[in-house]
């Protein structure tokens, strides 16, 4: 299986030669730099962390970095007016978690490129199909994240069990790759552990597969709304034939007292919480001590920040130098912390 990164690179160069016969041309030395950060929700805190690891990385040179985009409510709508905004800025980077591959790759970055802006993404990616628009991408394998989190479900139950996973959009390229990951690993076996599971079969839920299933009602979508998450969750953890909630993204806790209240009052039989997150928080480790929530795989935002712009200042100022370090990961269950290995 040829690797996510692998696979983005190639890409990433092949860009990058293109843009070069284009004639893409580095700003002169000593000029202060702009550059945007457009993030799926500008007020989630996971974003607030990349910006500011952006920021606190670009003052270092004199440079800025900006914080665009828009709320859950305007969505991938509010990512092309960010994209637009940006263009019109006559910024010298645009760095973008994807939530809608091809609605922005039909409108606002091919103009971005025609004005040689260069693009890179992060946290979540374009599709395949629309990588050429972009220069590299920048943040945690994904499709990475699903397996780890999926190899925290087998250590749990290693018969199989139950499970709901909860996600963000249908289209969010990060988290459709973070589902995929589970549901390939989940139906690995140990006598064909890399070829039982195909991209396309990891588009499916789980029916049975090792002992695996998924309930029908699920995954659950909440479009990056923490309150409409929390109604799911709640509405989720009655259901006593699932056995596991996975979110792949940190919904829940954005109100973490309302997310404890919603287990306790199910006590035992609620379903164990196994979860993506972004940096942890102290109550979230303190959640996973008192055993609601059973397991995660967090996200070093802050750090992918200060990676997305140093990626955009070096395509700012010709370098065309690919940054190689992957984001950091943390995984935690129960008392357990280990930083992420290669899962592949």
Same mark, same amino acid.
């Given at each position: 299986m040829v690797g996510r990164a692998s696979i983005a690179h190639l890409a990433s160069a092949a860009t990058i030669c293109t843009l070069i016969m284009l004639g $893409?041309? &580095? @700003? &002169? #030395? /000593?000029?202060?730099?702009k550059f945007s950060l457009i993030s799926k929700d500008i #007020?989630?805190?996971?974003?607030?962390? +990349?910006?500011r690891g952006c920021s606190d990385a670009a003052r270092r040179n004199g440079d800025e970095c900006l914080h665009m985009g828009d709320t859950q409510i305007g969505? $991938? %709508? /509010?990512?092309? #007016? &960010?994209?637009?905004? +940006?263009v019109a800025l006559k910024v010298d980077g645009i760095a973008i978690s994807v939530t809608n591959s091809a609605f922005i790759a039909k409108d606002g970055l091919p103009d971005a490129l025609d004005r040689k802006i260069p693009v890179i993404t992060f946290d979540s990616d374009l599709e395949p199909p629309d990588q050429p628009l972009r220069r590299t991408y920048i943040g945690p394998n994904n499709f990475g994240i699903g397996i780890r989190l999926a190899r925290i479900l087998k250590e749990k139950a290693p018969k199989g069990a139950s499970i709901c996973i909860m996600s963000g959009g249908r289209f969010d390229p990060n988290l459709n790759e973070r589902i995929a990951g589970i549901r390939h690993e989940l139906r690995r076996t140990p006598e064909n552990p890399s070829l039982n599971s195909t991209p396309e079969s990891a588009k499916s839920p789980l029916t049975g597969e090792n002992g695996w299933t998924e309930d029908d009602r699920c995954p659950l979508y909440n479009k990056g709304d923490d309150n409409l998450g929390l109604s799911q969750f709640a509405q989720a953890v009655q259901n006593t034939t699932t056995d596991f909630i996975v979110p792949v993204g940190a919904w829940l806790l954005g109100? @973490? #007292? %309302?997310? &404890?209240k919603i287990m306790a009052i199910h006590g035992p039989r609620a379903p164990q919480l196994v979860m993506a997150t972004g940096t942890p928080s102290d109550e979230q480790d303190r959640l996973t001590r008192k055993g609601i929530i059973d397991g995660y795989v967090a996200i070093d935002f802050y750090r992918m920040g200060e990676l997305v712009y140093q990626q955009m200042r070096n395509f700012a100022t010709g370098e065309n130098v690919i940054i190689a370090e992957e984001t950091p990961l943390r995984i935690r269950m129960g008392g357990d912390i280990q930083v992420g290995e290669n899962p592949m």
């Open positions: $893409f041309s &580095a @700003p &002169a #030395e /000593g000029k202060n730099l #007020e989630d805190i996971n974003f607030i962390n +990349a910006w969505y $991938f %709508r /509010g990512q092309l #007016e &960010a994209i637009n905004k +940006a109100d @973490p #007292e %309302r997310m &404890a």
